[in-house]
């Protein structure tokens, strides 16, 4: 893996238009670098990145289909208890999924290593499946990268097909909360993907959604939510005050409410209970458990639940290195085995993989100053150059 400069396009500002990003004359477009781009060979692509992402996808549902039989699974990972049997039911009929993203430490020798698994609600979705191709195919047009370059870049024809495929009936609802604008231009983009399916959508906040005297979600013109796409946490949803309403509502989510399995830190340590050495994984454990012993001083202290990397905190030979605040961590923290992040240039990149119904659909750069990778992390643009 290297990390190359490139030249800006030189109508950066109205391409950024075009897309709906914010461009300032002198600094560019916030969170996003086009002045480099990595380079993976395919092999680094398929071999390194892909094949781990499936084999860990697979683990992730041997995990789902024991805790089936074991329902202390549930409570490790700080699930409320009236609905353990909501989130196995939705596995027991197996509800489909769209996306998410599995983070690794990788620079292109030796084993990526997952970091967590973003399986609910992850971010710079509209980065990763379009700006990044769009650059890369005007970047070829221009000169500025090889032309025989190639992109992992599958996760818009993907999340297509997979909205094809979902067999919604009627009117598919989108919810964020929009204030948050990384979520409410993915949700937007999302709902365009569902719509380039064929589907007709109604976008909405979550305050909007309301509930009807029979106890079923609705929307502002009080039609029944069937099928809801929701970008908010499902620990979010399970402490709302209609959250009790979960079980009755009778609504179809995206993504599905064992979800909540996987978009939890605490799948890191038991991925590696379960599958203990595998070459993807670090070892990882529920703090205070007598194992954890074994990371000596050298660790990383995650929440169960959180997001951007808030209240991560690093420990090197004793010494703590804290990252943003951001008010988690009483739902309880895992330890995970410290693997530093790649340096270039003082950057720190942490490789995506993106996951569409189950499948490898792309991959994408986020670069950070820190060794945690936090909401101020730029994405990166990649190419495929052997």
């Known amino acids: 893996m290297q990390c190359l400069p490139v030249t800006q396009r030189p109508d950066l500002g109205d ?13 560019g477009i916030r969170f996003w670098d086009e002045t480099k781009y990595y380079r993976f060979t395919l092999r680094q692509v398929e071999d390194d990145l892909e094949t781990p992402a499936e084999e860990i996808d697979a683990m992730c549902f041997q995990l789902l289909d024991r805790s089936l ?3 202390t699974i549930y409570r490790r990972l700080g699930i409320p208890e009236p609905y353990w049997d909501y989130v196995a039911d939705s596995w027991r009929r197996r509800e489909k999924n769209l996306y998410g993203r599995m983070d690794f430490s990788y620079d292109g020798t030796g084993s990526a290593k997952l970091l967590e698994y973003n399986a609910d609600t992850p971010s710079t979705l509209y980065d990763a499946a379009v700006f990044q191709w769009v650059w890369f195919e005007q970047a070829v047009a221009a000169g500025l990268i090889p032309s025989d370059a190639d992109q992992s870049a599958q996760i ?11 067999e919604i009936e009627g009117l598919l609802h989108l919810a964020c909360l929009p204030e948050i604008e990384d979520d409410r ?23 909007e959604i309301g509930i009807d005297a029979a106890g079923r979600f609705s929307d502002l013109e009080d039609r029944v939510i069937d099928t809801l796409f929701k970008l908010y946490p499902w620990e979010w949803l399970m402490k709302d005050a209609f959250g009790r309403h979960l079980t009755t509502s009778g609504v179809h989510f995206i993504e599905p409410a064992w979800k909540a399995v996987l978009s939890n830190k605490g799948l890191l340590p038991l991925l590696w209970e379960y599958f203990d050495g595998h070459p993807n994984l670090l070892p990882a454990y529920f703090e205070g458990d007598a194992d954890a012993n074994d990371l000596c001083d050298n660790y990383v ?10 209240n991560v905190e690093i420990v090197r030979h004793g010494e703590s290195s804290p990252g943003a605040e951001g008010g988690y961590g009483a739902e309880g923290y895992v330890i995970q085995a410290f693997h530093p992040l790649p340096e270039f240039d003082g950057k720190y990149p942490v490789v995506g993989c993106w996951m569409v119904a189950g499948e490898p659909a792309g991959i994408s750069i986020r670069e950070g100053r ?3 990778t936090d909401g101020s992390a730029n994405s990166v643009p990649h190419v495929i150059l052997d």
Do not use: W
């Open 15 to 27: 391409v950024a238009r075009e897309h709906g990003y914010e461009y300032r004359n002198g600094e």
């Open 69 to 71: 039989g074991d329902e």
């Open 156 to 166: 818009h024809e993907l999340l297509v097909d997979a909205f094809r495929v979902m």
């Open 185 to 207: 231009e993915t949700v937007k983009y999302l709902e365009e993907c569902a719509q380039e399916a064929g589907l007709e959508t109604q976008f909405l906040a979550m305050k």
């Open 301 to 310: 202290r995650k929440p169960l639940l959180s997001r951007q990397g808030a």
């Open 370 to 372: 820190h060794p945690i």
